[in-house]
């Protein structure tokens, strides 16, 4: 089947640097109909899985553990926080393929105490990479064959016509230029495009989206699920951690448990093998 942008190269140009310049006139309502237009007969390859780990981080209370793995999954929607791909009404799942990311994104300070959450896909998650352009190297979930086949089958789509991959180039710049900003003071305001794009794109079967973290320098990926995507995956460790006190990045693992009561309860042990040992991020 072949498609094209429903927009002109000049006509999208323009869109872009008006919502570039001018968002903050804007309604969400106004710049979600200009992304639905600037992307509209642009391909999107979707992802599928079902192999594999993926991890998030939760800081303890202190010292206190937590007792249930209900407590380890999307936040309850009176703790919802404005993030990149979510406003503070809509409870969504973030996670990352190394335990590395999840610990570095909370950014924890000496001492801290961590828990590490483990997942397993229990069926296939069916994924949209955003903002990624091009290979991952420190990524299972991009193989060589995927990003081998990616432009070869967009030339495909768009029957060798140059000019719409063209478009298809700029467009997806763009929306990497914002996903992958940076938002240090964690001001909800600078996520407000993003939260749109998320809008746009979490729509439809896809059960989430990949994109690339920013805090580990584009080198990892990041994905966003669905409230009833995250039914798909399973917890099947938990560890908890300390931050060093002295030497940044490193940390002990003081408990965890690969075993939980019918429930949800989690069994801890004392002590966790070979992992019980500072190490670094």
């Known amino acids: 089947m072949v498609t094209k942008p429903k927009l002109t190269l000049d006509r999208i140009n323009d869109i872009l640097i008006m919502i570039e310049g001018n968002s903050y006139l804007m309604s969400d309502d106004e710049i979600y109909n200009y992304i639905r237009q600037v992307t509209i007969g642009i391909p999107y390859q979707t992802l599928n899985f079902s192999h594999g780990y993926l991890y998030r981080s939760r800081p303890n209370e202190g010292e206190k ?158 994905l966003v699920l669905k409230k009833q995507s995250a039914k798909k995956l399973k917890i099947v460790q938990v560890d908890v951690i300390k931050m060093d006190d002295k030497i940044p990045g490193k940390f002990l693992v003081i408990t965890g448990s690969n075993e939980f009561k019918k429930n949800g309860d989690i069994i801890y042990n004392n002590h966790v093998g070979n992992f019980n040992e500072m190490t670094k991020i």
């Open 65 to 222: 553990l937590f007792d249930n793995t209900k407590e380890l999954w999307f936040p309850p929607l009176n703790c919802v926080r404005c993030n990149r791909f979510n406003d503070d009404k809509t409870q969504v799942l973030y996670v990352a393929e190394l335990k590395s990311t999840v610990i570095e994104e909370v950014r924890p300070k000496p001492g801290t105490i961590l828990t590490l959450i483990t997942y397993s896909p229990t069926a296939q998650l069916n994924v949209l990479p955003v903002g990624i352009l091009s290979a991952v190297t420190k990524t299972h979930l991009f193989d060589s064959k995927y990003w081998q086949n990616y432009i070869s089958n967009k030339l495909k789509i768009y029957n060798n016509n140059f000019n719409y991959l063209r478009i298809d180039e700029i467009v997806n710049n763009y929306l990497n230029k914002h996903i992958t900003k940076e938002n240090k003071s964690e001001d909800p305001r600078e996520y407000r495009l993003t939260n749109i794009y998320g809008k746009h794109f979490l729509t439809g079967p896809i059960d989430g989206l990949l994109y690339p973290s920013v805090s580990r320098k584009l080198f990892d990926i990041n």
